[in-house]
């Protein structure tokens, strides 16, 4: 998946550089792994686990990983448990995320039983999925149910959110016990739901019509959390430039074909995630939630650094986008991907969403 294009800095007005550093968590994807997405019809909905699969393919093309969606409409741990001998062992996945819970609770306040029970069934499916060959596992607790939709009733989401809760202790006790990864996919739907909420309105669900199964901005979410907890360190890339000598070099994944003039032109092998454009209120956009979640600056790094500039302020110009930055915001290094939303690798970035989709679907 080659692609080619091109930034370019116009002088606008010294420079005092610093470094940018993230921290690198362990790799847990191996090249080659089939990575198994497992769950209820959350999961079915094909939405979280195709945005998943998209970052894998374009983000992170270099591990040549496949994709595998386990998702069955009213699924519980104890089902998926029983179902496992029959497709997940016989797939042998070595990579595995499981998102159990939301059918677990029962949409009913939580008894003793009811933990138990989940307990037993999920420590039983990490033990399947060790038995059949599975190298990292992700133990995911369920989302949340939206505080205004669900039941159409603040009281009813309260009380099974309070249940999903005691859920994701557990799951997070399984994981512990274990000894494999857990992902808090709880947490952050409620985190983001509270504060998209008091901007957009409490009409804005981050948990769909029915106040259960996500919109792409609740899938989003899901998302960032798993790709997290696989240990995926949001490097899409970094490139320099030297305003003085006119060179430019990039990391691994880009080359530079063009450099000069404030210019430079480069072939690119990773992605950056991308964002469809849309109403920013709508529960269909993704990009909605970005100022609430952080999607770009924990996983979705593509950055510039510039140097060897004299002037206070300059231009960049990335396809038909245009934004001002100070030069010493250009020395330390700003994200193209989290400040130009809308750049050159949308359209192809699509294109592999579409292919991603219908694979799934399929």
Not at 127 to 133: D, F, N, P, T, V
Not at 343 to 357: C, D, R
């Amino acid at each position: 998946m080659r692609f080619k294009w091109q930034l370019s800095l116009l002088l606008l007005a010294g420079l005092s550089a610093r470094t940018l550093a993230a921290p690198a968590p362990a790799a847990a994807l191996h090249p080659g792994d089939k990575v198994a997405i497992c769950g209820d019809s959350i999961t079915e909905q094909k939405r979280y686990s195709v945005l998943m699969e998209d970052y894998l393919l374009a983000c992170r093309p270099e591990l040549k990983v496949r994709t595998l969606q386990f998702g069955w409409g009213g699924e519980t741990a104890a089902g998926f448990l029983n179902k496992m001998p029959n497709n997940f062992v016989w797939f042998k996945p070595d990579v595995a995320t499981t998102c159990y819970g939301m059918n677990d609770g029962g949409y009913s306040p939580m008894t003793d039983d009811k933990s138990a029970w989940y307990h037993k069934n999920l420590t039983g499916m990490v033990e399947l999925m060790k038995q059949s060959g599975a190298r990292f596992i992700v133990v995911g607790s369920a989302g949340a149910v939206d505080s205004d939709a669900f039941h159409k009733s603040t009281e009813a989401a309260a009380m099974y959110n309070e249940t999903l809760g005691k859920m994701r202790d557990i799951a997070r006790t399984v994981a512990a016990e274990e000894k494999v990864v857990f992902a808090d996919v709880y947490s952050p739907m409620r985190d983001v739901m509270a504060k998209a909420k008091a901007k957009y309105g409490n009409s804005y669900n981050l948990a769909g019509g029915d106040g259960v199964h996500p919109d792409n901005n609740g899938h989003l979410v899901m998302a960032y959390a798993f790709l997290k907890a696989l240990g995926c360190d949001g490097k899409i890339g970094a490139i320099t430039m030297d305003l003085r000598s006119g060179r430019a070099t990039a990391t691994a994944g880009h080359k530079v074909t063009a450099s000069g003039k404030g210019t430079v032109t480069l072939e690119s092998r990773r992605y950056p995630f991308c964002f469809p454009a849309g109403d920013l209120t709508s529960t269909g956009t993704a990009r909605g939630v970005l100022d609430f979640l952080p999607f770009n600056q924990d996983l979705n790094r593509l950055t510039l650094k510039v140097s060897g500039g004299k002037a206070a302020r300059y231009n960049v110009t990335w396809g038909d986008q245009s934004k001002e930055f100070t030069g010493q915001q250009l020395a330390a290094g700003i994200n193209l991907a989290a400040e130009f939303l809308d750049n050159p690798f949308v359209e192809p970035f699509e294109k592999v969403n579409a292919a991603v989709q219908e694979q799934q679907n399929l």
